[in-house]
């Protein structure tokens, strides 16, 4: 079956930086679409960042623009998303998803999520 393993969340505190990574198996990585969305507590899961399946357009959410990366290593099943500057409001639970087709902004339009692991950022 489908997994989606992310990892390298933590605490840390504002301006320092971390890498996540998201490990994939039981699909054909290549094909994805992958895509970074996080939840804080009491608010919707939103979107973070996404990457087609060729390394093309990377999307982003307006809000971490110029501070995170999203990348993937398709030899290796593996995305990444490198955060620098992080800040307080970046605290959530960041989750890796996997669709068939284009990047996209939308949770629904994703076919598979990990569990996600928790980022916090002290001020």
């Known amino acids: 079956q489908v997994q989606l393993v992310e990892s390298g969340g933590g605490l840390v505190q504002a301006g320092d930086s971390l890498r996540l990574s998201c490990a994939a198996s039981?699909?054909?990585?290549?094909?994805?679409?992958m895509g970074w969305f996080r939840q804080a507590p009491g608010k919707e899961r939103e979107f973070v960042a996404a990457?087609?399946?060729?390394?093309?357009?990377?999307l982003y959410a307006d809000s971490v623009k110029g501070r995170f990366t999203i990348s993937r290593e398709n030899a290796k099943n593996m995305m990444y998303l490198q955060m620098n500057t992080l800040k307080p409001d970046d605290t959530a639970v960041y989750y890796c998803?996997?669709?068939?087709?284009?990047?996209?902004?939308?949770?629904?339009?994703?076919?598979?999520w990990g569990q996600g692991t928790q980022v916090t950022v002290s001020s």
């Open positions: 998803a996997a669709r068939r087709g284009g990047p996209s902004r939308m949770t629904k339009n994703y076919d598979y």
């Open positions: 039981g699909l054909t990585f290549s094909i994805y679409a």
């Open positions: 990457i087609p399946w060729d390394v093309g357009s990377t």
